[in-house]
């Protein structure tokens, strides 16, 4: 279970920081790339950052130098800070997540939004509006 929290309502050029519970669901983030999506009313879901095992992170473009995602190991929590924002940030965002192969950590950053963001689990979901 993913669980997200956090989002709301905020002027454009605010920050705003999403958590994502994952401790529930019994999660070892050492063998798991965790994962913001974002998806708005009648748009794809879009993933837009990526953290693996050793805190190694991706970025979509639409992001990149804007938002930061990080991770407490300790706690099982995924960050998402976004500074910043733009009324087109606004969206339903997700955590997810993705099993890595723990045999081959040599692939991690690759498999972990390196190319394409992929997730096998998801959260329900929180909505930001910027305005």
């Known amino acids: 279970q993913l669980v997200e929290s956090g989002g709301g309502s905020i002027q454009a050029g605010g920050s705003l920081r999403l958590s994502c519970a994952a401790s529930a669901y019994g999660y070892t983030v050492s063998s798991y790339c965790m994962l913001w999506f974002r998806q708005g009313r009648g748009k794809e879901r879009e993933g837009i950052a990526a953290?693996?095992?050793?805190?190694?992170?991706n970025y979509a473009d639409s992001v990149k130098g804007r938002f930061n995602i990080s991770q407490d190991n300790a706690k099982k929590i995924l960050y998402l800070t976004m500074s910043s924002l733009k009324p087109e940030d606004s969206d339903m965002y997700y955590c997810a997540a993705y099993e890595l192969d723990p045999s081959a950590p040599e692939n991690f950053h690759e498999y972990c939004g390196g190319g394409v963001f992929v997730a096998n689990d998801w959260g329900q979901g929180t909505q930001v509006t910027v305005s």
């Open positions: 953290i693996d095992p050793v805190g190694r992170t």
